[in-house]
């Protein structure tokens, strides 16, 4: 069974913190790929990063970094030194080798005060 | 911008209506996939089609059906609307359709039934 779990209903942090969104995930297929897409409040859906299931190294884009890890089942997402900007709703999603859909997480609100 | 268009961007009308959502893909991308957005549904994939023809079915209603033309575009034509089919609706494409690609998503069809 595919499913995503994204535990954190809401974080508020202050400008500068550093965040981390978890997300949990289940799969019985050994091939698969991870993805986390951004939602700010305009409502469109931006693609951030994706990951493949046989590709553990932790990838860093500038304040973004992501922890992969198979043992926990884990994809977390850290925001280092985030900024009023971050403020959005981000999901977590799987996709599966043959299944031509993306599995969803309930997605966590970040919301980042100045 | 993802490169992915949708038309209306937002749409209100009355319950038992049909409307008709539009979606154009990346230039280049072949798969289309429609996703539907609610508050107590979250992401919900509903059908994708490739070069076509349809590839997978999710979550769609029968009321709810959906084709892809020869120029790719694609059309969600949603019937007989009910209260609770009140969502955002996402288009996303990608190049092939294999299921581990990055599905990049349009900004979203606002419906509104009153």
């Known amino acids: 069974a595919q499913k995503v779990t994204q535990a954190q209903t809401e974080i508020s942090v202050v400008e500068k913190e550093d965040v981390t969104l978890d997300c949990v995930y289940e799969t019985r297929d050994t091939t698969y790929y991870l993805f986390w897409y951004k939602q700010p409040p305009s409502g469109e859906l931006v693609f951030l990063i994706r990951r493949n299931s046989f590709d553990e190294q932790n990838e860093i884009s500038g304040r973004y970094s992501w922890n992969f890890q198979k043992s926990t089942s884990s994809f977390n997402f850290t925001i280092t030194a985030s900024q009023v900007v971050d403020s959005a709703v981000y999901f977590c999603?799987?996709?599966?080798?043959?299944?031509?859909?993306?599995?969803f997480g309930t997605g966590t609100r970040l919301l980042v005060s100045p | 911008d993802s490169g992915v268009t949708q038309t209306p961007k937002h749409l209100i009308t009355a319950t038992g209506q049909r409307v008709t959502l539009r979606c154009s893909p990346r230039?280049?991308?072949?798969?289309v996939y429609w996703y539907q957005q609610s508050l107590d549904q979250g992401l919900q994939f509903l059908i994708h089609?490739?070069?076509?023809?349809?590839?997978a079915k999710g979550n769609i209603l029968e009321r709810f059906s959906a084709q892809q033309f020869p120029d790719l575009h694609s059309e969600l034509n949603l019937s007989s609307l009910e209260l609770g089919d009140s969502a955002l609706y996402f288009c996303?494409?990608?190049?092939?359709?294999?299921?581990?690609?990055?599905?990049?998503f349009g900004p979203g069809t606002r419906l509104l039934v009153l």
């Open positions: 996303a494409s990608s190049v092939e359709g294999s299921g581990l690609e990055t599905q990049y």
């Open positions: 089609y490739y070069n076509g023809e349809e590839r």
């Open positions: 230039s280049g991308d072949l798969s």
């Open positions: 999603a799987l996709s599966e080798r043959g299944f031509q859909k993306l599995v």
